[in-house]
Protein backbone atom coordinates (compact mmCIF):
# COMPACT_ATOMS: atom_id res chain seq x y z
CA UNK A 1 0.00 0.00 0.00
CA UNK A 2 2.65 2.47 0.99
CA UNK A 3 4.40 1.78 -2.28
CA UNK A 4 1.19 2.32 -4.58
CA UNK A 5 0.08 5.91 -2.29
CA UNK A 6 3.58 7.29 -2.99
CA UNK A 7 3.42 6.36 -6.87
CA UNK A 8 0.30 8.56 -6.76
CA UNK A 9 1.62 11.14 -4.61
CA UNK A 10 4.58 11.63 -7.36
CA UNK A 11 1.82 11.91 -10.17
CA UNK A 12 2.53 15.35 -11.27
CA UNK A 13 5.17 16.19 -9.24
CA UNK A 14 8.14 18.54 -9.82
CA UNK A 15 10.30 18.09 -6.73
CA UNK A 16 10.00 16.10 -3.40
CA UNK A 17 12.47 16.67 -0.81
CA UNK A 18 12.86 14.13 2.38
CA UNK A 19 10.73 11.32 0.31
CA UNK A 20 12.28 9.22 3.31
CA UNK A 21 9.87 11.20 5.65
CA UNK A 22 6.64 10.62 3.47
CA UNK A 23 7.07 7.29 3.15
CA UNK A 24 7.55 7.07 6.82
CA UNK A 25 4.15 8.70 7.76
CA UNK A 26 2.16 6.85 5.35
CA UNK A 27 3.55 3.58 6.57
CA UNK A 28 2.62 4.89 10.54
CA UNK A 29 -0.68 5.48 8.89
CA UNK A 30 -1.59 2.23 6.85
CA UNK A 31 -0.21 -0.11 9.97
CA UNK A 32 -0.99 2.16 13.16
CA UNK A 33 -3.92 4.51 12.21
CA UNK A 34 -1.35 7.61 12.89
CA UNK A 35 -3.11 10.87 10.76
CA UNK A 36 0.17 13.21 9.68
CA UNK A 37 -0.89 16.72 8.86
CA UNK A 38 -0.04 18.52 5.22
CA UNK A 39 0.46 22.59 5.18
CA UNK A 40 -0.44 24.46 2.32
CA UNK A 41 -0.79 28.49 2.61
CA UNK A 42 -2.78 30.72 0.61
CA UNK A 43 -2.59 34.52 0.93
CA UNK A 44 -6.21 36.17 0.10
CA UNK A 45 -4.92 38.78 -1.84
CA UNK A 46 -7.67 38.06 -4.48
CA UNK A 47 -11.48 36.70 -3.86
CA UNK A 48 -11.71 33.76 -6.47
CA UNK A 49 -9.71 30.69 -6.71
CA UNK A 50 -8.51 29.64 -10.37
CA UNK A 51 -7.35 26.09 -11.62
CA UNK A 52 -3.85 27.09 -10.97
CA UNK A 53 -4.71 26.67 -7.43
CA UNK A 54 -6.37 23.88 -7.41
CA UNK A 55 -3.26 22.23 -8.67
CA UNK A 56 -2.39 21.84 -5.29
CA UNK A 57 -6.01 21.36 -3.65
CA UNK A 58 -6.69 18.46 -5.57
CA UNK A 59 -2.84 16.77 -4.49
CA UNK A 60 -3.78 17.33 -0.86
CA UNK A 61 -7.50 15.81 -1.26
CA UNK A 62 -5.68 12.53 -2.66
CA UNK A 63 -3.52 13.26 0.57
CA UNK A 64 -6.44 12.80 2.88
CA UNK A 65 -7.19 9.52 1.22
CA UNK A 66 -3.88 8.36 2.48
CA UNK A 67 -4.43 9.84 6.60
CA UNK A 68 -3.67 13.12 5.78
CA UNK A 69 -5.36 16.13 7.84
CA UNK A 70 -5.50 19.10 5.64
CA UNK A 71 -3.82 22.53 7.02
CA UNK A 72 -5.50 24.71 4.56
CA UNK A 73 -3.66 28.06 5.87
CA UNK A 74 -4.96 31.53 5.28
CA UNK A 75 -2.36 33.72 5.58
CA UNK A 76 -4.37 36.70 6.70
CA UNK A 77 -1.58 38.20 8.59
CA UNK A 78 1.33 37.77 5.71
CA UNK A 79 -1.43 38.57 2.90
CA UNK A 80 -0.95 42.21 4.43
CA UNK A 81 2.45 42.48 3.24
CA UNK A 82 2.27 40.41 0.06
CA UNK A 83 4.84 37.68 -1.18
CA UNK A 84 7.46 39.17 -2.88
CA UNK A 85 8.23 35.71 -5.32
CA UNK A 86 8.63 36.56 -8.85
CA UNK A 87 7.92 40.26 -8.15
CA UNK A 88 10.47 42.99 -9.54
CA UNK A 89 8.66 45.48 -7.37
CA UNK A 90 7.01 45.92 -3.46
CA UNK A 91 3.33 44.77 -3.70
CA UNK A 92 0.64 47.34 -2.42
CA UNK A 93 -0.42 45.95 1.01
CA UNK A 94 -3.98 44.80 1.80
CA UNK A 95 -6.33 46.42 4.07
CA UNK A 96 -7.53 44.07 6.64
CA UNK A 97 -10.88 44.01 5.37
CA UNK A 98 -9.94 42.87 2.07
CA UNK A 99 -8.09 40.18 3.58
CA UNK A 100 -10.85 38.58 5.58
CA UNK A 101 -13.49 38.89 2.45
CA UNK A 102 -11.31 37.09 0.33
CA UNK A 103 -10.27 34.56 3.13
CA UNK A 104 -14.37 34.04 3.71
CA UNK A 105 -14.53 33.76 -0.18
CA UNK A 106 -11.56 30.85 -0.32
CA UNK A 107 -13.27 29.38 2.52
CA UNK A 108 -16.41 29.13 0.20
CA UNK A 109 -14.33 27.32 -2.17
CA UNK A 110 -11.89 24.78 -0.97
CA UNK A 111 -14.49 22.28 -0.35
CA UNK A 112 -15.55 22.10 -3.34
CA UNK A 113 -12.15 19.76 -3.69
CA UNK A 114 -11.11 19.01 0.36
CA UNK A 115 -12.89 16.71 2.40
CA UNK A 116 -14.09 19.24 5.07
CA UNK A 117 -14.08 16.13 7.97
CA UNK A 118 -10.27 15.97 7.22
CA UNK A 119 -9.37 19.60 7.05
CA UNK A 120 -8.60 22.28 9.68
CA UNK A 121 -8.41 26.16 8.43
CA UNK A 122 -6.30 27.88 9.69
CA UNK A 123 -5.82 32.11 9.71
CA UNK A 124 -1.49 33.24 10.89
CA UNK A 125 -2.60 36.27 12.52
CA UNK A 126 -3.76 34.03 15.16
CA UNK A 127 -0.06 33.16 15.84
CA UNK A 128 1.83 35.66 14.28
CA UNK A 129 0.52 39.01 16.08
CA UNK A 130 0.83 36.88 19.23
CA UNK A 131 4.83 36.72 18.66
CA UNK A 132 4.98 40.14 19.52
CA UNK A 133 7.96 42.58 18.80
CA UNK A 134 10.33 40.38 21.00
CA UNK A 135 9.74 37.42 19.48
CA UNK A 136 10.02 39.15 15.75
CA UNK A 137 13.19 40.52 16.64
CA UNK A 138 14.57 36.77 17.56
CA UNK A 139 13.16 35.40 14.20
CA UNK A 140 15.13 37.50 12.23
CA UNK A 141 18.01 36.48 14.00
CA UNK A 142 17.63 33.14 12.86
CA UNK A 143 18.75 34.06 8.90
CA UNK A 144 20.92 36.33 7.67
CA UNK A 145 20.75 38.51 5.00
CA UNK A 146 23.30 37.64 2.01
CA UNK A 147 21.65 34.29 2.72
CA UNK A 148 18.07 35.97 1.74
CA UNK A 149 19.59 37.91 -0.89
CA UNK A 150 20.55 34.47 -2.53
CA UNK A 151 17.15 34.33 -3.62
CA UNK A 152 16.69 35.06 -7.32
CA UNK A 153 14.02 37.73 -7.34
CA UNK A 154 15.78 39.61 -4.47
CA UNK A 155 19.02 39.03 -6.25
CA UNK A 156 18.04 40.37 -9.40
CA UNK A 157 16.06 43.70 -7.63
CA UNK A 158 18.87 44.51 -5.63
CA UNK A 159 21.24 44.47 -8.57
CA UNK A 160 18.72 46.86 -10.90
CA UNK A 161 18.82 48.92 -7.15
CA UNK A 162 14.79 48.42 -7.12
CA UNK A 163 13.18 48.64 -3.59
CA UNK A 164 13.21 45.61 -1.68
CA UNK A 165 11.24 46.82 1.83
CA UNK A 166 12.28 45.38 5.02
CA UNK A 167 8.80 43.44 5.34
CA UNK A 168 9.56 41.68 1.90
CA UNK A 169 12.43 39.38 3.78
CA UNK A 170 10.52 39.18 7.07
CA UNK A 171 7.39 37.16 4.67
CA UNK A 172 9.28 34.03 4.19
CA UNK A 173 10.73 33.82 7.79
CA UNK A 174 6.81 34.64 9.01
CA UNK A 175 6.32 31.71 6.36
CA UNK A 176 8.73 29.89 7.49
CA UNK A 177 6.98 29.97 11.05
CA UNK A 178 3.97 28.84 10.36
CA UNK A 179 5.37 25.72 10.02
CA UNK A 180 6.96 26.07 12.86
CA UNK A 181 3.50 26.71 14.92
CA UNK A 182 1.36 24.63 13.11
CA UNK A 183 3.96 21.44 13.78
CA UNK A 184 3.22 20.08 10.16
CA UNK A 185 4.49 17.00 8.57
CA UNK A 186 4.56 18.26 5.05
CA UNK A 187 4.35 21.51 3.13
CA UNK A 188 3.06 22.09 -0.02
CA UNK A 189 3.21 24.68 -2.74
CA UNK A 190 4.60 25.61 -6.37
CA UNK A 191 8.01 25.78 -7.79
CA UNK A 192 8.25 28.78 -7.54
CA UNK A 193 7.66 28.69 -3.43
CA UNK A 194 11.27 25.97 -2.73
CA UNK A 195 13.01 28.79 -1.09
CA UNK A 196 9.63 29.83 1.64
CA UNK A 197 9.46 25.88 1.58
CA UNK A 198 13.19 25.50 2.76
CA UNK A 199 12.63 28.11 5.08
CA UNK A 200 10.46 26.28 7.10
CA UNK A 201 12.58 22.58 7.30
CA UNK A 202 15.34 25.46 8.99
CA UNK A 203 12.83 27.07 11.35
CA UNK A 204 11.55 23.46 12.76
CA UNK A 205 15.25 22.90 13.38
CA UNK A 206 15.93 26.23 14.80
CA UNK A 207 12.81 26.39 17.79
CA UNK A 208 13.64 22.44 17.80
CA UNK A 209 10.14 21.21 17.08
CA UNK A 210 11.66 17.76 16.81
CA UNK A 211 10.55 16.98 13.19
CA UNK A 212 11.71 18.25 9.99
CA UNK A 213 8.67 19.12 7.45
CA UNK A 214 9.11 17.28 4.01
CA UNK A 215 8.52 19.35 1.06
CA UNK A 216 6.53 18.36 -2.24
CA UNK A 217 6.63 21.03 -4.86
CA UNK A 218 3.97 21.31 -7.80
CA UNK A 219 4.69 22.76 -11.17
CA UNK A 220 3.27 26.06 -11.92
CA UNK A 221 -0.06 25.62 -14.57
CA UNK A 222 0.35 27.64 -17.61
CA UNK A 223 -2.70 29.57 -18.73
CA UNK A 224 -5.16 29.71 -21.46
CA UNK A 225 -2.26 31.02 -23.68
CA UNK A 226 -0.03 28.33 -23.05
CA UNK A 227 2.70 30.88 -21.68
CA UNK A 228 2.53 32.20 -18.60
CA UNK A 229 1.82 31.21 -15.04
CA UNK A 230 -2.23 31.05 -15.16
CA UNK A 231 -2.79 34.50 -13.24
CA UNK A 232 -5.92 36.39 -13.05
CA UNK A 233 -4.13 39.35 -13.70
CA UNK A 234 -2.96 38.22 -17.09
CA UNK A 235 -6.81 37.55 -17.91
CA UNK A 236 -5.43 34.11 -18.89
CA UNK A 237 -7.50 32.19 -15.98
CA UNK A 238 -10.05 29.76 -15.56
CA UNK A 239 -12.04 30.39 -12.37
CA UNK A 240 -13.16 27.70 -9.66
CA UNK A 241 -16.48 30.12 -9.83
CA UNK A 242 -16.72 30.93 -13.45
CA UNK A 243 -20.42 29.72 -15.01
CA UNK A 244 -20.17 26.33 -16.36
CA UNK A 245 -20.88 27.43 -19.94
CA UNK A 246 -17.81 29.74 -19.46
CA UNK A 247 -15.67 27.24 -17.86
CA UNK A 248 -16.08 24.54 -20.53
CA UNK A 249 -15.72 26.91 -23.57
CA UNK A 250 -12.20 28.37 -21.97
CA UNK A 251 -10.82 24.57 -21.47
CA UNK A 252 -12.05 24.07 -25.37
CA UNK A 253 -9.80 26.65 -25.99
CA UNK A 254 -6.30 25.36 -24.73
CA UNK A 255 -3.85 24.17 -27.28
CA UNK A 256 -3.98 20.20 -27.76
CA UNK A 257 -0.24 20.59 -26.44
CA UNK A 258 -1.20 21.97 -23.43
CA UNK A 259 -4.20 19.54 -22.33
CA UNK A 260 -1.89 16.83 -21.63
CA UNK A 261 -0.11 18.95 -19.19
CA UNK A 262 -4.55 19.97 -17.85
CA UNK A 263 -5.07 16.28 -17.95
CA UNK A 264 -2.11 15.24 -15.49
CA UNK A 265 -2.70 18.29 -13.39
CA UNK A 266 -6.26 18.54 -12.92
CA UNK A 267 -7.75 15.27 -13.79
CA UNK A 268 -8.98 12.69 -11.43
CA UNK A 269 -8.12 9.40 -14.51
CA UNK A 270 -5.87 7.31 -13.83
CA UNK A 271 -2.20 7.68 -15.49
CA UNK A 272 -2.54 4.63 -17.80
CA UNK A 273 -6.41 5.91 -19.03
CA UNK A 274 -4.22 9.32 -19.80
CA UNK A 275 -1.91 7.74 -21.52
CA UNK A 276 -4.71 5.81 -23.68
CA UNK A 277 -6.41 8.98 -24.12
CA UNK A 278 -3.17 10.08 -25.78
CA UNK A 279 -2.21 6.96 -27.99
CA UNK A 280 -5.74 6.79 -29.30
CA UNK A 281 -4.99 10.87 -29.95
CA UNK A 282 -1.45 10.17 -31.72
CA UNK A 283 -2.99 7.09 -33.85
CA UNK A 284 -5.95 8.68 -35.13
CA UNK A 285 -8.63 7.09 -33.32
CA UNK A 286 -9.84 9.81 -31.04
CA UNK A 287 -9.80 13.43 -32.19
CA UNK A 288 -7.97 15.94 -29.77
CA UNK A 289 -10.94 18.03 -29.77
CA UNK A 290 -12.91 14.81 -27.72
CA UNK A 291 -10.01 14.37 -25.71
CA UNK A 292 -10.77 18.20 -24.63
CA UNK A 293 -14.26 17.54 -24.16
CA UNK A 294 -14.07 14.69 -22.14
CA UNK A 295 -11.78 17.28 -19.88
CA UNK A 296 -13.62 19.97 -20.02
CA UNK A 297 -16.86 18.30 -19.07
CA UNK A 298 -15.05 16.24 -16.26
CA UNK A 299 -13.57 19.65 -14.75
CA UNK A 300 -17.43 21.47 -15.03
CA UNK A 301 -18.78 18.24 -12.90
CA UNK A 302 -16.31 19.13 -10.21
CA UNK A 303 -17.39 22.39 -9.33
CA UNK A 304 -21.10 22.96 -10.81
CA UNK A 305 -22.24 18.99 -10.78
CA UNK A 306 -23.53 16.63 -13.90
CA UNK A 307 -26.42 18.52 -15.16
CA UNK A 308 -24.49 21.47 -15.44
CA UNK A 309 -21.79 19.91 -16.93
CA UNK A 310 -24.14 18.09 -19.70
CA UNK A 311 -25.94 21.72 -20.37
CA UNK A 312 -22.52 23.44 -20.77
CA UNK A 313 -21.79 20.96 -23.33
CA UNK A 314 -24.72 21.13 -25.10
CA UNK A 315 -24.46 24.95 -24.99
CA UNK A 316 -21.36 25.06 -26.62
CA UNK A 317 -22.49 22.78 -29.12
CA UNK A 318 -25.04 24.54 -30.30
CA UNK A 319 -23.40 28.06 -30.40
CA UNK A 320 -20.43 26.67 -32.14
CA UNK A 321 -21.49 23.60 -34.24
CA UNK A 322 -25.16 24.91 -35.15
CA UNK A 323 -23.77 28.67 -35.06
CA UNK A 324 -27.32 29.59 -33.25
CA UNK A 325 -27.00 32.36 -30.39
CA UNK A 326 -26.97 31.71 -26.41
CA UNK A 327 -30.37 30.72 -24.77
CA UNK A 328 -29.45 33.26 -22.03
CA UNK A 329 -27.34 37.08 -22.38
CA UNK A 330 -27.34 39.89 -20.25
CA UNK A 331 -29.04 42.76 -21.15
CA UNK A 332 -28.18 46.55 -21.37
CA UNK A 333 -29.64 49.80 -22.64
CA UNK A 334 -28.40 52.20 -23.90
CA UNK A 335 -29.26 55.84 -25.75
CA UNK A 336 -28.98 56.50 -29.71
CA UNK A 337 -26.88 57.26 -31.55
CA UNK A 338 -23.87 55.30 -29.53
CA UNK A 339 -20.44 54.43 -30.42
CA UNK A 340 -19.59 50.94 -31.34
CA UNK A 341 -17.03 50.59 -29.19
CA UNK A 342 -18.37 52.42 -26.30
CA UNK A 343 -21.40 50.27 -26.62
CA UNK A 344 -19.32 47.12 -26.08
CA UNK A 345 -17.37 48.30 -23.12
CA UNK A 346 -20.88 49.40 -21.71
CA UNK A 347 -21.89 45.74 -22.25
CA UNK A 348 -18.93 44.52 -20.22
CA UNK A 349 -17.88 42.92 -23.44
CA UNK A 350 -14.14 44.68 -23.39
CA UNK A 351 -12.16 45.97 -21.20
CA UNK A 352 -11.75 49.81 -22.43
CA UNK A 353 -12.92 51.38 -26.19
CA UNK A 354 -9.03 50.73 -27.46
CA UNK A 355 -9.55 47.31 -26.71
CA UNK A 356 -13.13 47.05 -28.89
CA UNK A 357 -11.06 48.90 -31.50
CA UNK A 358 -8.72 46.20 -31.40
CA UNK A 359 -10.93 43.36 -31.93
CA UNK A 360 -13.10 45.19 -34.19
CA UNK A 361 -9.68 45.51 -36.63
CA UNK A 362 -9.40 41.37 -35.61
CA UNK A 363 -12.46 40.42 -36.98
CA UNK A 364 -13.87 40.12 -33.88
CA UNK A 365 -16.86 41.44 -33.48
CA UNK A 366 -20.34 41.15 -34.59
CA UNK A 367 -23.63 42.34 -34.85
CA UNK A 368 -26.47 40.10 -34.97
CA UNK A 369 -24.50 37.00 -35.73
CA UNK A 370 -22.07 39.53 -38.84
CA UNK A 371 -19.18 40.11 -38.55
CA UNK A 372 -18.05 43.77 -38.54
CA UNK A 373 -15.11 46.28 -39.71
CA UNK A 374 -15.96 49.43 -39.19
CA UNK A 375 -14.82 51.15 -35.98
CA UNK A 376 -16.36 54.28 -35.96
CA UNK A 377 -19.81 52.80 -36.13
CA UNK A 378 -22.76 54.25 -34.64
CA UNK A 379 -25.73 52.04 -33.46
CA UNK A 380 -29.06 54.17 -33.89
CA UNK A 381 -32.82 53.07 -32.36
CA UNK A 382 -32.94 49.42 -32.19
CA UNK A 383 -32.06 46.03 -30.61
CA UNK A 384 -28.79 43.95 -30.98
CA UNK A 385 -27.42 41.27 -30.14
CA UNK A 386 -23.10 41.78 -30.28
CA UNK A 387 -20.59 39.68 -29.79
CA UNK A 388 -16.64 39.80 -29.19
CA UNK A 389 -14.72 36.38 -29.79
CA UNK A 390 -16.89 32.75 -29.31
CA UNK A 391 -18.24 33.31 -26.34
CA UNK A 392 -18.88 36.98 -24.78
CA UNK A 393 -23.16 37.90 -26.11
CA UNK A 394 -24.86 40.61 -24.78
CA UNK A 395 -28.32 42.16 -26.01
CA UNK A 396 -28.36 45.92 -26.51
CA UNK A 397 -32.09 47.71 -26.86
CA UNK A 398 -30.87 51.37 -28.18
CA UNK A 399 -33.42 53.75 -27.52
Known amino acids: MVKEALEEIKRGVSEIIDQERIEMLLKNYFEKGINYYVKAGFDPTAPDLHLGHTVLL ?27 TGKNETRKKLDKETVLKNAQSYK ?55 PI ?19 CDIEMGGT ?62 ISDVLMWKYYELLSA ?10 KDVDGGMLHPKAAKEALASEIVERFHGKI ?12 HKQNELPSEMDEFEEVAPIWIAKALAGCALVGSTSQARRDISQGAVK ?33
Open 58 to 84: QKMAMLQKYGAIVQFLIGDFTGMIGDP
Open 108 to 162: DQVFKILDPEKTVVMFNSQWLEALGASGLVELTTTFNVARMLEREDFDKRYKSQA
Open 165 to 183: SISEFLYPLLQGYDSVAMN
Open 192 to 253: DQKFNLLMGRHLQRVYNVGKEQAVVMMPLLEGLDGVNKMSKSLGNYVGVTDEPSDMYGKLLS
Open 269 to 278: RSLPEIEQFK
Open 308 to 319: ASKEAKEEFDRI
Open 367 to 399: INQEKISDEQLQLEKGEYVLQVGKRKFAKLKVK
